[in-house]
Nanobody, 120 residues
Framework: QVHVVESGGGLVQAGGSLRLSCAAS????????MGWYRQAPGKQRELVAA???????NYADSVKDRFIISRDNAKSTVYLQMSSLKPEDTAVYYC??????????????WGQGTLVTVSS
């Protein structure tokens, strides 16, 4: 089994910064893709940023130039550095990993989510 745990959410004022972390653990052979998604109240879950095993990032237009995604393959961890936060960034942020184990390929695993609240 593979587990993913997020940390780093909290309350921040508009214009502030937060850093989210997501660590994967379990019987992992490799993690092909790691990403951050968010879901605001009454809205659908949306991609925020993702990063491939080779380090290529992909961002939603709404967070480009404000958020930076990075990963540490040795630690099976992905980070999301969020800056210039806006109230509309308020959401539950979920981490997703697409992993390969000895038993399965492209196994999609989600974390429980961490709440980010940006006050105006």
């Amino acid at each position: 089994q593979v587990h993913v745990v997020e940390s780093g959410g909290g309350l921040v004022q508009a214009g502030g910064s937060l850093r989210l972390s997501c660590a994967a653990s379990g019987n992992i052979f490799s993690i092909n893709l790691m990403g951050w998604y968010r879901q605001a109240p009454g809205k659908q879950r949306e991609l925020v940023a993702a990063i491939s095993i080779g380090g290529r990032p992909n961002y939603a237009d709404s967070v480009k130039d404000r958020f930076i995604i990075s990963r540490d393959n040795a630690k099976s961890t992905v980070y999301l550095q969020m800056s210039s936060l806006k109230p509309e960034d308020t959401a539950v942020y979920y981490c997703k990993a697409i992993a390969t184990t000895l038993q399965a390929t492209n196994l999609e695993v989600w974390g429980q989510g961490t709440l980010v609240t940006v006050s105006s």
